[in-house]
């Protein structure tokens, strides 16, 4: 019995260790670690994304408190970005219609 088990755990740990080397294998080729280098992009902009939103909700809490509200005049300290991004999404849509591939 008890070479059978050792027989069996030895097994098990060869399997183990085959799949464990198998996935490390793979996670250095190009294409790995291209995948994990986007991964790392997609993760590192949506916390961007969120710190930044996060920012913009806290100057509103603020200026509310401080009664400070959203007069034309005063600047918003915090740019959450939605603006740039719809000032440039305009932008490329206007570009692409005055394209001549466009007509």
């Known amino acids: 019995m008890s070479r059978v088990f050792w027989f069996a755990a030895g097994a098990a ?3 183990y260790g085959l799949v464990k080397v198998k996935r490390t294998a793979r996670n250095f ?11 790392w992009n997609v993760g590192a902009r949506m916390f961007r994304d969120e710190v930044v939103s996060g920012m913009a909700d806290k100057e509103e809490q ?14 918003r ?7 740039t991004r719809d000032a440039r999404a305009t932008g490329a849509a206007a570009a692409a219609s005055d394209s001549p591939r466009a007509s």
């Open 77 to 83: 300290l915090i740019d959450d970005g939605r603006s």
């Open 62 to 75: 603020l200026r509310a408190q401080l009664s400070l509200g959203q007069a034309e005049d005063s600047p």
């Open 29 to 39: 080729t190009p294409d790995g670690v291209a995948a994990r280098v986007a991964a």
């Open 13 to 15: 740990s060869g399997v």
